[in-house]
């Protein structure tokens, strides 16, 4: 896990998050964070201390640290498919009748 990400929730937030916190950081509402902690699906595991529910920092920076990996992993799919489309369609725009890029017949 970055601790980048670790430094900047400690600084901001402290130690452990409380749902508002959390929920302010994910750019959620904490009642839809609630409700995916009762239906099973929230990724950040959470605690009761009390009354209060929580989250460790650790775990919050591992989940955002998730999140960017996924994200790099699909912003690198979407380039390799655009170049694999690139080049068909300069294959395909090259073996057409008389079409160029430079001019002529729009590709």
Do not use: W
């Not at 009354?51 to 799919?77: G, I, W």
Request: proline share 3%.
């Amino acid at each position: 896990m970055s601790l980048f990400a670790q430094a900047y929730i400690i600084e901001r937030y402290g130690l452990r998050l409380n749902m508002g916190q959390l929920a302010d950081l994910l750019g959620v509402k904490r009642g839809t964070i609630l409700n995916r902690i009762s239906a099973g699906t929230f990724p950040i595991p959470t605690y009761l201390d009390g009354a209060m529910r929580y989250a460790d920092h650790r775990d919050v920076a591992e989940h955002l640290d998730r999140c960017r990996a996924e994200a790099s992993t699909a912003a690198a799919a979407v380039a390799a498919a655009e170049t694999d489309y690139e080049a068909a369609m300069g294959r395909k725009a090259s073996g057409t009748l008389g079409a160029s890029r430079d001019g002529g017949l729009p590709v």
